[in-house]
Structure formats: structure tokens, C-alpha cells
């Protein structure tokens, strides 16, 4: 399997706080250990997020300032999340699109979340950006695939899987971790406490020995029609359901 690409500029695309630690947790570590500099750049601030949002304030309705309370949360847990792998606040860029809705922006032509990504790729000139899947089965994801491959100009891309299993034909890297640095990657996943009441297991079953990457999508990245995604969101609900 080849090496992976130069890591001293690493850019992260990130759908939602928590990408950053589960799918790179472990690369982020061998980035900062090598010498090399690392951004994320989360597209939303993973604020439809009903459940656990009831099941922390103890009420049914989700108000205007419980949802500013939540963002706040999800900022906060991220940034010790990323200290923890080894990366100073300034690391991250939070672009607050809205959760839950990048593939309607992505169908509509917003230009908005390419034109944000493109400025980043510009003014940081990373080595190799990580992109989320468009084999991903979260709407958000391959919405992000789709932004990150349009904005990436000439830059080397790998992708990481978040929700389901990446094509095996398309697998680029593993990453092999230490045992240390899977023992900071549980700490940095454990970081992101409002997530963990309704999804613990499925979380840390993404600490393991390997992360994997795969191949640049520009052959197949594009916004998928209502019916593939309507489709992917019920599995992806169902595999939930069953994983939990
Ligand atoms: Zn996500």
C-alpha cells in the first residue's frame, strides 16, 4: 500500500465537530509529531441535533437560545478535543453552515461553501487536504466530498469514512497506531460529551489500531439525487439503530 502523501500542511474538512477526532484523530497526531502544521475547517456546528439536545435541557421544544447554548457546547468540546491531539484554538475555523442542510445548499448552486473552502486552500497551501466521502451514507458528508473537491485547486486529497464502509477497491492508506496515540485519540473522541449519551459505542468504535483513506473521488464526487439520498439517510438511521 503506498506511503501517504506529505503531511507538513495538513487540511481537514470536517462536516461536523467529532470529524475531526473519530475518521483523524491518529493522522492529526502524526501530522503535529512530524513537524507538520494542521488546520480543520468544520462546514457546520452539528446543531440539529434534537435528542440529545432534549435529553440535556429536559424539555421537548429546542428554543432559539438553546441552540446557541448547544453551538457553544459543540465549539467548546471540539477545541478540547483538539488540544488533546495536539493543536492550539487558532487550528480550527468553524464556517457555521447549517446543520443537516449542505446537500440542499450543494443542489441549489450555493456558491458560498466552495468560495469559503477555496480561500482556506488558497492562503494555507496545504501538502494534502482529507476530504469526507462521497461513499459516505450522511447527507452532510457527501455534500462536504462535494465542496471539498471543488475548492481543493491542484492539492492532493485523501478520504476518510465516517458512516459506512468505504469501497475496499478505493482504500489509499491505514494509518497504524500507537498505543499511545489511540489512547489520546479516545480521550480527544471522549471530548465530545454531548454526543456520547446516545451514541458512546458507536463513537469509540472508531478507536482503533488503523485509520484508513481513500482515493481522491474527482471521478465519481457529485451531489446525489433525492431518492439515493433519502435511501442512505434510512440506513444510515437503521445502522444506528441496530449498532446502538
Ligand atoms: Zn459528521
Redesign the pocket.
Same mark, same amino acid.
Given at each position: 500500500m503506498p506511503e501517504l502523501p506529505p503531511l507538513d500542511r495538513l487540511l481537514i474538512v470536517?462536516? $461536523?465537530p *467529532?470529524?475531526e477526532a473519530?475518521p483523524t484523530g491518529g493522522l492529526i497526531q502524526r501530522a503535529i509529531e512530524a513537524g507538520g502544521r494542521v488546520r480543520v475547517v468544520y462546514l457546520t456546528d452539528?446543531e440539529r441535533n434534537v435528542w440529545p439536545q432534549r435529553a440535556l435541557f429536559r424539555h421537548w421544544r429546542i428554543s432559539a437560545e438553546d441552540l446557541r447554548e448547544w453551538v457553544a457546547i459543540r465549539r467548546r468540546e471540539t477545541l478540547a478535543s483538539l488540544r488533546i491531539l495536539g493543536l492550539p484554538e487558532p487550528s480550527a475555523t468553524f464556517l457555521g453552515f447549517s446543520d443537516a442542510m449542505l446537500a440542499i445548499l450543494a443542489r441549489a448552486g450555493d456558491p458560498r461553501p466552495v468560495a469559503e473552502l477555496t480561500k482556506i486552500v488558497k492562503a494555507e497551501r496545504p501538502t494534502l487536504i482529507l476530504s469526507?466521502s462521497s461513499f459516505?451514507l $450522511?447527507g *452532510? $458528508?457527501r455534500a462536504?466530498a462535494y465542496f471539498t473537491h471543488r475548492a481543493a485547486l491542484e492539492t492532493p486529497i485523501l478520504t476518510y469514512m465516517? $458512516?459506512g464502509n468505504g469501497p475496499p477497491e478505493r482504500l489509499a492508506a491505514i494509518l497504524a497506531l500507537t498505543e499511545d496515540q489511540q489512547r489520546k485519540k479516545r480521550e480527544a473522541v471522549l471530548c465530545h460529551a454531548s454526543q456520547l449519551r446516545l451514541s458512546r459505542r458507536r463513537f469509540l468504535s472508531h478507536v482503533r489500531v488503523g485509520e484508513a483513506f481513500y482515493t481522491a473521488e474527482h471521478d465519481v464526487v457529485r451531489i446525489d439525487g433525492p431518492l439515493h439520498g433519502a435511501i442512505a439517510t434510512i440506513r444510515h438511521a437503521l445502522g444506528a439503530i441496530v449498532r446502538r
Open positions: 470536517a462536516p $461536523h *467529532d470529524d473519530i452539528g469526507p459516505d $450522511h *452532510d $458528508h462536504g465516517v $458512516h
